[in-house]
């Protein structure tokens, strides 16, 4: 029985490709008391790979979290299938705003501790006593009062290229960074402020939630669906937009348009851009901010070094990277000492 995937990216892009049929990217997270991970891992498995399903899917005796990418024709089937699974009937579905075929190349369904790398002791607070919910028309009311405190519970890469107007936006690589500094900085109003959070889908603020009530915040409150469920309000009952520039996304998108507005700057000249790309020398792979005038001049790569690396024939590259692990700086996501113009600017 197959349990894994058996082609590479390059060859279901051709498929996909071949095929010509519109895919929908779609994400949802539930959580929810997982006996066994692993036997739910192979059930979703074979029935998504039947579906033509492909994307990153992590179980966890905790729940699940998704993102995912079925062909439009198998929507109405895929949708069935999780209906099928008692805790997972009529889950939200986050539908992305801008589609792309290509957002996922493999179906990679993975077991982990958590669904969620927060770095929390669980055992320590009830994390079904969560924040209040709230839809894109509350939530717009909610950061226009004097009283609120708006949080972006999004990484530094996240939040660089688009965030809400006026939104708190800690400087953190990780999720559990964030829950400390925010905590502290926040200290003095647990009772008198409103505690307003947002991500992309949702699932970091419903555990963020939980947390800070636990912490002593009085008033809790967390956007419905994240920022692509708040697009999709606005859009649909035509709200005032306060979201400005893009949604980061985890697949070969990068990121959702939301606004035109442009926040970030490349990482290499400081022209305004907001385009992330990956670094085109595979032993460095690092993620960051490129303009096309600048990825033309180094040739897609973030330095001199990796410009000159990459320029090698393939198998000299690969002689190169053979023994060595790869590099960590994929992990740095614009942080790198080789980005002159981001490093002279934080």
């Known amino acids: ?183 502290k900085d926040l200290q003095d109003h647990k009772e008198d402020k409103k505690l307003v959070m947002y991500c992309t889908g949702g699932i970091r603020c419903e555990k963020a939630s939980a947390y800070y009530k636990h912490k002593g915040f009085k008033q809790v409150y967390q956007l419905e669906g994240g920022i692509i469920e708040y697009t999709r309000q606005v859009e649909q009952l035509k709200l005032e937009n306060k979201f400005l520039g893009k949604n980061f996304v985890f697949d070969h998108r990068r990121g959702e348009r939301i606004s035109d507005d442009i926040i970030s700057q490349c990482h290499q000249c400081g022209e305004p851009c907001d385009d992330h790309v990956n670094c085109a020398n595979e032993a460095c792979h690092l993620l960051f901010i490129q303009c096309k005038k600048c990825a033309e001049k180094m040739n897609d790569c973030c330095s001199d070094h990796c410009k000159e690396i990459h320029a090698l024939p393939y198998e000299e590259q690969k002689a190169l990277r053979k023994g060595k692990v790869v590099s960590n700086k994929i992990f740095k996501k614009g942080r790198s000492e080789v980005l002159k113009f981001k490093k002279q600017s934080v």
């Open 1 to 183: 029985m197959q349990l894994y995937n058996t082609l590479s990216a390059k060859e279901r892009a051709a498929l996909i490709e071949e095929a010509g049929q519109d895919r929908l990217t779609i994400s949802f997270y539930k959580y929810a008391h997982i006996g066994n991970p692993v036997i739910f891992r192979n059930h979703l498995f074979i029935h998504w790979n039947e579906m033509d399903v492909l994307g990153r899917i992590y179980v966890a005796h905790e729940g699940i979290n998704a993102q995912l990418s079925v062909p439009a024709e198998n929507f109405g089937r895929f949708k069935d299938f999780l209906d099928s699974i008692t805790f997972l009937e009529n889950v939200r579905l986050n539908i992305a705003i801008e589609q792309d075929n290509m957002s996922f190349l493999k179906l990679k369904v993975k077991v982990r501790h958590k669904i969620l790398a927060d770095g929390l002791n669980d055992a320590t607070f009830d994390v079904t006593n969560k924040g209040v919910h709230v839809n894109a028309e509350k939530f717009n009311e909610l950061i226009e009062d004097p009283d609120t405190v708006l949080v972006d519970m999004r990484n530094h890469y996240e939040s660089e290229i688009g965030h809400f107007k006026n939104a708190i936006t800690p400087d953190v690589d990780t999720f559990r960074d964030s829950l400390d500094i925010i905590e």
